[in-house]
């Protein structure tokens, strides 16, 4: 990330108490990404708003009497002939007494090559003149934006989660971190295993709390149900491992941008042990500090 002089800082880019960013770019370095992070982050968003009305949009945020406190706006060529409006407009700003500041993302033509090749996405101007020439011609149509920008981000070598990393340093708060959302849910596998999982674990080798009598109509959260599994080695062993595991996992899902992370666990019914191991993963998960939400999808079956 470069520093380039131009608009004011992250501290001076405040009018009121309306902060304004506009982010730019070239097409495949990461704006729509960016746009999710600072969304994330509360800011306001809007994607691919027209440079004429960039003004118009501002003045409505700063009449909204602080409801709006940050903006951030993605300005680039996909607005075709607008576009060619947006240092204009830009300057209408400057002249309201309204501060803003403008994040750059770019990328090496190499790596803009080869994710335009990945996505089978077309660049907004290489239809007629092919991709490497688009990609050129719209460097050439950003210049003048990217002398404009305080901060300009080389995407080239990021993962996503490195870039949301640099983009909160540069916009977040510490109150305002968003962190790996986790739900841990027990199912049932005569009921199919739940379609917005991400990782499944499968206790069926517990011992089944269906085939004792006095047990088999409580569920994994009644006290008698929960004596029972507790007194058995394998679901001893399996909380030891299973620690382990996500102690390792879940920090490595959050350093790779990952906002919501469902953990399933299932066993026959969905009643017994699924419910039991669930509620303790999550004791285990909010122990971390960690937000855990938890649901028993066939409890009641």
Do not use: W
């Amino acid at each position: 990330m470069t520093e380039a002089s131009g608009v004011g800082t992250g501290e001076d880019c405040q009018t009121g108490t309306t902060r304004f960013v506009i982010i730019t770019g070239v097409s495949g370095a990461g704006k729509s990404y960016a746009i999710k992070c600072l969304e994330d982050m509360e800011f306001f968003c809007v994607d691919n708003l027209p440079a004429t009305l960039i003004p118009v949009f501002a003045d409505v945020c700063l009449r909204s009497g602080g409801r709006i406190s940050n903006v951030a706006l993605v300005a680039d060529v996909r607005e075709r002939d607008f576009f060619d409006n947006i240092v204009e407009s830009l300057s209408e700003l400057r002249g309201k007494g309204i501060e803003y500041e403008v994040l750059f993302l770019d990328a090496a033509d190499e790596a803009l090559l080869r994710r335009f090749s990945e996505t089978r996405r077309k660049h907004p101007l290489g239809e007629k003149v092919g991709l490497l020439e688009g990609i050129r011609e719209e460097r050439s149509r950003l210049a003048s934006l990217r002398d404009l920008a305080r901060r300009v981000i080389d995407t080239s070598t990021m993962t996503p989660g490195e870039l949301k990393e640099t983009l909160f340093s540069l916009f977040g708060s510490a109150e305002k971190r968003a962190g790996l959302l986790t739900t841990v849910v027990s199912f049932g596998y005569k009921y199919g295993i739940p379609l917005d999982s991400d990782v499944v674990f499968d206790v069926r080798f517990l011992p089944n709390p269906h085939y004792i009598h006095e047990l088999r109509t409580y569920t994994g959260n009644d006290r008698k149900v929960m004596d029972f599994l507790k007194s058995s080695e394998a679901t001893n062993s399996l909380f030891e491992h299973l620690g382990r595991f996500l102690e390792f996992l879940l920090p490595r899902f959050e350093q790779e941008g990952k906002a919501y992370l469902t953990i399933a666990i299932g066993c026959t019914g969905g009643r017994h042990r699924s419910v039991y191991v669930v509620n303790r993963v999550a004791e285990m998960l909010q122990g971390q500090g960690l937000d855990v939400r938890v649901q028993h999808r066939d409890v009641n079956r």
